[in-house]
Structures are given as structure tokens and as C-alpha cells.
């Protein structure tokens, strides 16, 4: 059974930076798309970054770019965001998804839309404060 299982949350000041870890079980990093989404309380969810694992092409939202670091570690089975100049902004709750057969790869990129992702972990909250 595929689990994806979310860590790494917390509160920190603006300006700070966190590290969100998403361990892997029952899916193996092959020609996926792998990505992390965001909601807060009454907006929708947000994809903030994904990567291809067939060649780690990479997609971020503008609101993250040079901020945010998707990554992983295939020994670990872990995939990572690096979130780095965090801003109040940021605030929500963090999810990793995976997709099921490529379904999110259109030939170019990983969508960002999460109609297209089939697995999801259980989220991660994130508090930046000013």
C-alpha cells in the first residue's frame, strides 16, 4: 500500500527556514511525478513544487521560486522541500502526493494541479511568523 507520511513542520520566524521530509513506502521512485502542495484555512490547495523522477525536471510555483527546493533521496526514499526566506504567506498546511503511472507528466513537466496526483500524505503544518 502506498504511504507517504509528512515531517518536519513547525513555527518559525519570518525569515527562517524549514526543511519538510516525505518518507515513501510502497512506491518506488521511477518515472513519477512527485510533488508538494500547500492549503491554508479557505483557500485551495496549492501545488508549490514537483519533480520529474524519470529526469528531475523540476516546477515551482512563482510564489515559492528561489525560495523553495524540491528534492530527494532515493536511499532513503525521502523526498525533501528545502523552504528557505520563509514569509507569514507560507502558512499551511504541507502535503506530499505522488502520482499514479505518470498520470501528472505531460511530456514537458509535472503538473502542479492535484487532480492529478493519487497519493497524498497526511500533512504538515507550517506557522511563519512575522
Known amino acids: 500500500q502506498v504511504h507517504l507520511v509528512e515531517s518536519g513542520g513547525g513555527s518559525v520566524q519570518a525569515g527562517g527556514s524549514l526543511t519538510l521530509s516525505c518518507a515513501v513506502s510502497?512506491?518506488?521512485?521511477?518515472?513519477?511525478?512527485m510533488a508538494w502542495f500547500r492549503q491554508a484555512p479557505g483557500m485551495r490547495r496549492e501545488g508549490v513544487a514537483a519533480?520529474?523522477?524519470?529526469?528531475?525536471?523540476?516546477r515551482y510555483a512563482d510564489s515559492v521560486k528561489g525560495r523553495f527546493t524540491i528534492s530527494r533521496d532515493d536511499a532513503k526514499n525521502t523526498v525533501y522541500l528545502q523552504m528557505n526566506s520563509l514569509k507569514p504567506e507560507d502558512t499551511a498546511m504541507y502535503y506530499c502526493?505522488?502520482?499514479?503511472?505518470?498520470?501528472?507528466?505531460?511530456?514537458?513537466?509535472?503538473?502542479?494541479?492535484?487532480?492529478?496526483?493519487?497519493?497524498w500524505g497526511q500533512g504538515t503544518q507550517v506557522t511563519v511568523s512575522s
Open positions: 502526493a505522488a502520482d499514479s503511472s505518470t498520470a501528472a507528466w505531460n511530456g514537458r513537466y509535472c503538473y502542479t494541479e492535484p487532480d492529478y496526483f493519487n497519493y
Open positions: 519533480f520529474y523522477t524519470g529526469d528531475d525536471t523540476t
Open positions: 510502497g512506491y518506488t521512485f521511477s518515472s513519477n511525478c
